[in-house]
């Protein structure tokens, strides 16, 4: 019977030991693992519109800071990217592992979001279209080869990306962060056409404004496509923005009025008044002009009758690098977005994939440090401090995200090898193997 004991007492040490060994590797894997996805509709961060400013969770965003009542944001449109043509997905291959990882990419954006929160970043915009991944060919320029849609042909919710979406839209809503979600984007839109184009796009609007009201978010606004006078072909309102403030609408009378909806025009130019009369807040994009332009620009939409009758917020979600953009759109009391398109490098930009998301090149750290002087870090959320975690540390030589430093790991793994020793050791002396210490005098 003792002998089946100690049997039974070896076993249990020994699968103690296999356990604690296993914990050391999974802890040294410096490998990014998926992220879980808390329950959706959280409701930490509630975002919405009083007069011409946002509120957050009841409160003026950046209460005191030059930024008051604004959404400083950042455009990160390849957050959930994926492209289903194998020859094209060959070219965003990461360097380190020559393979494209959609989870990856989405993970290195949400190990990054409690950074931007930190630096004042108060929305991303993330598109289920994504934006231009290519240097060559450049966008726009109608078609492309790559499969980037969140949509299925009749205008159904692909679940990988919808489980993308999802993990973004909560990590964003516990760090304090509005996402713009982006429906359609030019030279994917066309997939969407299954029985037809319209019946298939007006489908798939409708599917994902169900699916985003159903989850409960209240972090959440919507831009119904960019930059709608882009040369879109085989669009639900025939192109060049004719029917868009149909379609923010739609969105509006199906979430019943729980998604502020707008939809943007190319840099520098004013959308219609019809849409201006229809949105819940005017999109401006700045590309290709500077800031005085840019102000200037702000200036003719408020003197527009539209805008005279209804004042909305003016958001810039897309400009460029320029920290004076940023500052002449703030100075002028409107929310301002960065556009850094990179060069498909996995190190500079966030728009051409591979995308490093961390904060790493002199144009990010510039802008960084502005949104941080501008609007600071966010005070609450739902009545609690934010104290967002710090960002993943980043490998040297890539810039990878990593959940862990090498040394961290190290350190974690010799502490369970030397909990694992001790259980030994009292497993012995149990078993009357109890070690003789002799002390001898020394003179």
Not at 255 to 273: A, I, R, Y
Not at 319 to 333: E, K, M
Not at 391 to 408: E, F
């Amino acid at each position: 019977m003792e002998s089946v004991k100690h049997a039974t007492r070896r076993l249990s040490v020994g699968a103690l030991g296999i356990l604690l060994l296993a914990s050391c590797m999974s802890t040294l894997n410096p490998g990014v693992q998926a992220t879980q996805a808390a329950s959706s509709g959280t409701g930490q961060t509630r975002v919405a519109i009083q007069g011409t400013r946002f509120l957050v969770n009841g409160e003026l965003t950046s209460p005191g800071k030059p930024a008051q009542g604004m959404l400083l944001n950042t455009r990160m449109a390849q957050g959930i990217f994926d492209d289903e043509n194998s020859a094209t997905a060959a070219q965003w291959r990461y360097p380190d592992t020559h393979t494209w990882d959609a989870q990856r990419n989405t993970n290195e954006l949400v190990a990054m979001l409690p950074s931007y929160a930190e630096h004042g970043i108060r929305m991303i915009t993330v598109g289920l279209q994504g934006g231009c991944p290519s240097t060559s060919p450049p966008c726009p320029g109608g078609d492309h080869a790559w499969i980037v849609s969140a949509f299925k042909a009749d205008g159904s919710l692909k679940p990988a990306w919808m489980n993308r979406l999802k993990q973004v839209i909560t990590a964003a809503d516990h760090n304090g962060i509005v996402v713009m979600v982006q429906f359609f984007y030019h030279g994917q839109n066309q997939r969407v056409n299954d029985p037809d184009t319209t019946t298939a796009q007006r489908a798939a609007v409708n599917n994902i404004t169900d699916w985003l009201v159903n989850s409960g978010y209240g972090n959440v606004l919507v831009e119904t496509v960019n930059e709608c006078d882009a040369g879109f072909s085989d669009y639900l309102d025939g192109g060049n923005c004719a029917n868009e403030a149909n379609v923010v609408k739609q969105v509006q009378d199906r979430s019943g009025g729980k998604l502020k909806v707008g939809v943007s025009w190319k840099g520098g130019e004013q959308p219609s008044d019809a849409v201006i009369t229809q949105e819940d807040f005017v999109l401006l994009h700045g590309n290709g002009i500077d800031g005085t332009q840019l102000q200037a620009l702000i200036a003719s939409t408020r003197q527009s009758a539209a805008y005279k009758a209804n004042p909305t917020p003016i958001v810039v979600n897309e400009d460029s690098t320029s920290v004076a953009n940023l500052d002449a759109s703030v100075a002028a009391g409107v929310s301002w977005g960065y556009l850094d398109t990179g060069q498909n490098n996995y190190l500079d930009g966030f728009q051409r994939v591979p995308v490093n998301w961390t904060i790493n090149t002199d144009a990010k750290k510039a802008f960084f440090a502005e949104t941080l002087k501008l609007a600071g870090p966010p005070v609450t959320v739902s009545g609690v401090t934010v104290t967002p975690a710090p960002p993943a540390p980043v490998l040297a030589t890539t810039g990878q995200a990593r959940p862990i430093s090498p040394p961290a790991a190290f350190a974690a793994g010799a502490l369970l090898l030397i909990a694992g020793l001790f259980l030994l050791i009292v497993a012995r002396r149990r078993r009357g193997h109890t070690p003789q210490i002799v002390w001898r005098n020394r003179k």
